[in-house]
């Protein structure tokens, strides 16, 4: 709703930049606010994004949709052809990675949060608003780990609720490093992963999406890594990676990461097995 109302505000404030109508809008309109998107740099996802939320508030406001026209699916398929389709995809933090990240963190209060931060969504495959979204009532103790309850997310938008297991683990030990924030916080309920202030004073303040992005980015620099290539995104994409390459079931792995079509973890397993019997082996 927001990344919606977010892109029809721009389309808004370009209509009336341009003197016309937003809405209902003409679907020529719309067909040139596609070609100003294009012309000023922004992605195929980008522009489809706008074309949907313009398409919604049309049709919540009771309008013909006027991103269905050919006008604008002619402009959309010229913008494709323009731009080229192929996603930037940011690199996996795997298990290796963190490892090697995590290894000489201190304990101060903020790398406490920071390393179960990281270690939780990796081991649960969060997306960053789920991971920032939880509640120390979402965290379910079980003799073998934790039940991470995810209250609402991308793929459940109705709410109804999904549960991941995470292990407590030998090597990385997610729990572990989940409960030592947890006591070095004092948070005993509300939001897990929060703001921390001067003096490692707590915050109240719930941790932001974007958070989660800049203390992915900013241990791996620490690492010596190139921080442009992670993201937040970066921990679900480690945990399928790391998971396929070491011979994990696909089935079990999308329990975790709750993909509901194995199509869509294709292009982990690929990379992850990019030189698994590489047909130049004998001879390279």
Known sequence: MKAYASAFALFVTWCREAGADAMPANPLTVAAYVAHLADTGRKPATIDLHVAAIGAAHRAGGFDNPTGSEAVKATLRGARRALGTRQTRKAPA????????????PD????????????????????????????????????????????????????????????????LKPCEALDAWLKASGITAGSVFRSIGKGGRVSADRLTDRSVADIVKRYAAAAGLDA??????????????????????????????????????????RRARAFDDHAGRKFL
């Open 108 to 171: 101060t209060v903020v790398e406490q949060r920071d390393r179960a931060l990281l270690l939780l969504g990796f081991a649960a495959a969060l997306r960053r608003s789920e991971l920032v979204a939880l509640d120390v009532a979402d965290l379910e103790r079980v003799p073998d780990g934790i039940i991470v309850h995810v209250r609402r997310s991308k793929t459940d938008q109705e709410g109804a609720g999904q549960e991941i297991a995470v292990p407590r683990g030998a090597k």
């Open 94 to 105: 795997t298990a290796e990675m963190l490892r090697k990240i995590l290894r000489k963190t």
């Open 228 to 269: 442009t290539l992670f993201s937040g995104h970066s921990l679900r994409a480690g945990f399928v990676t790391s998971a396929l390459a070491a011979g994990a079931d696909v089935l079990k792995v999308m329990h975790v990461t709750r993909h509901t079509a194995v199509t869509t973890l294709q292009k982990y397993d």
